[in-house]
């Protein structure tokens, strides 16, 4: 049964009243940030759990399109009630929050004085980056206040139609909840939508009627770090399609695109279109480096066209208007291909880039080794240093390698006089958990590692043997197995250089909240 189908079908057999008890302001008064974390943390699954979803080859996800209706139901809303927020609802397996990003600043450069919302993960340092008015995270005492608001509703209406349905949603479906919640509270004009996981089964996926759909890059190293076919990634991603709504693709392998224009015909897109490359794009600058951007800005740049000559009295024009121009160079996107100065560190420079894929590691690396960025023509070679982790389970050899090829080609392309052997004086690798105590930052708080897995160092070990097998002359003594990001930080706050150190920090998102939070770069970065 499709979502879309399935919405109306369950409201109708299930009417759920939209009143609920009263909470004192003192009740919620006495209930902090911290607090909201820290209930929310408990909603996270653990390794074994997701083992165990893994393990269903994807049968638990047909129950989580009626579990998440039935959550919304118990919280007081229906579905209808969400096309209310003016929803770009955007999926893909690259690029899709820089594209948010790029839409979210469209928007707010083409309509000032409208409150633009934008829902994103994961969040770099704390939580509340997730839920964003007009570019700003949700202050904490809103995330605090909405929060609580929600738990309370979900415990107060306590009566479940679906047998497996938990009394409480695990942690992306809270989230997701808490984000319709604070949208519709604070009364959003428009509502950037970044689908989690997938697209047919994604929590995201209850909005009935968004305004406009799109989907970014499919990348073909999904298929084999999550063990499927092109086809049924690309099935997943055309999930959020609906009827009467225009559904957006950027170019894609042709199976993928097969699929995908199969799936708009399927749920009834009132039309799917592929854009082509955007006049005069590649002669503007934009806000997020690399050139893989370039295809992300186009897709936010089709999408908000057809947003605002749908909502509004835009005018659709063929060229860049100046306001998107100006919105494109004002986008920022913490933690991809970003580079921050220590202020505290003297010559230290950080690359900040949470690529977790052999092709977003492949961008990561074209981007760092270039010249005015890791290289530097003409001038001494400066001190770099990789810090690099990756998930438990995910291919980090083929990851290493694909790092290892494409500085290679970089180096050559740019007639760089230096071995790949020397490119990183030191490599780190290093877990995600934040603090030398063995403790997460409450935002940062993952049960998603075997804790053999943490206690052991086993990732991180393979990783060094991957390295020390791809880079055989690479010194033992600057290859580093370390039990945290704080202990990562201080690694380097030994390595003394007369030159420039470069510290580039890719692999996960997660480690470069981490590095943001040690390093005491969040008024910088964020």
């Known amino acids: 049964m499709r979502p879309t189908v399935f919405i109306s079908s369950f409201f109708r057999a299930f009417p759920l009243k939209r009143t609920f008890t009263a909470f004192s302001s003192r009740k919620m008064s006495t209930r902090s940030y911290k607090d909201a974390v820290d209930q929310l943390n408990s909603l996270q699954s653990n390794a074994a759990a997701l083992e ?49 990003a790029f839409t979210d600043s469209i928007l707010r450069h083409a309509l000032p004085g409208k409150k633009i919302g934008l829902y994103t993960s994961p969040h770099l340092v704390a939580v509340r980056e997730r839920i964003r008015i007009n570019g700003t995270p949700i202050s904490e005492e809103q995330f605090a206040t909405y929060f609580f608001e929600v738990w309370d509703r979900l415990v107060a ?101 097969r699929i995908l224009e199969e799936r708009a015909m399927e749920l009834k897109a009132s039309e799917f279109t592929v854009i082509p490359l955007e006049p005069g794009l590649s002669d503007t600058e934009l806000g997020l480096a690399g050139a893989h951007q370039k295809q992300n800005a186009g897709l936010a740049i089709a ?68 010249p005015n960025v890791g290289l530097r023509p003409g001038h001494p070679k400066p001190t770099r240093i990789l810090v690099f982790n990756c998930t438990s389970g995910r291919s980090g050899p083929a990851f290493l390698g694909s790092i290892c090829n494409k500085i290679s080609a970089q180096l050559k392309l740019h007639n760089a006089d230096e071995p790949l052997e020397s490119f990183f004086d030191h490599v780190i690798f290093c877990t995600n ?94």
């Open 52 to 100: 165990a979803v893994r393990a269903s080859g994807g049968r638990l996800s047909e129950f989580a399109i009626p579990e998440m209706l039935e959550y919304l139901g118990r919280i007081g809303y229906t579905p209808s009630d969400l096309n209310a927020l003016n929803v770009i609802h955007i999926t893909g397996t690259k690029g899709k929050g820089s594209t948010c």
């Open 157 to 257: 209406n306590d009566v479940r139609q679906a047998p497996s349905t938990t009394l409480m949603p695990g942690y992306f479906r809270f989230v997701t909840l808490l984000a319709f919640h604070a949208f519709l509270s604070l009364n959003v004009d428009a509502t950037v939508l970044e689908v989690g996981v997938g697209g047919t089964y994604d929590s995201t996926n209850i909005v009935p009627k968004p305004v406009v759909t799109g989907v970014t890059a499919l990348g073909i190293d999904h298929v084999a770090v999550l063990g499927k076919t092109l086809q049924e990634i690309a099935w997943q991603k055309g999930g959020i399609f609906k009827e009467g709504v225009p559904a957006i693709t950027v170019n894609q392998p042709t199976e993928g695109l």
């Open 303 to 370: 999408l908000a066209r057809k947003f605002l000559t749908s909502q509004t009295s835009f005018a659709d024009e063929k060229n860049l208007s100046d306001s998107f121009v100006t919105a494109l160079k004002a986008t920022r996107w913490p933690g991809r291909c970003q580079t921050v100065l220590d202020p505290k560190r003297e010559n230290v420079t950080w690359f900040l880039d949470g690529a977790h894929t052999v092709e977003s590691l492949e961008c990561c690396i074209q981007w760092f080794a270039s």
């Open 433 to 526: 958990v934040t603090y030398a105590d063995g403790h997460f930052k409450g935002d940062l708080t993952t049960l998603a590692i075997p804790t053999d897995d943490l206690a052991e160092l086993k990732t991180q070990h393979q990783l060094a043997t991957a390295w020390a097998s791809l880079v055989p002359s690479f010194p033992a003594s600057h290859l580093h197995v370390l039990p945290s990001v704080e202990h990562a930080v201080n690694e380097i706050e030994k390595i003394k250089s007369t030159e420039p150190v470069k510290v580039l920090v890719a692999g996960s998102l997660h480690l470069v909240g981490g590095v943001i939070e040690i390093s005491g770069l969040s008024s910088l970065a964020l």
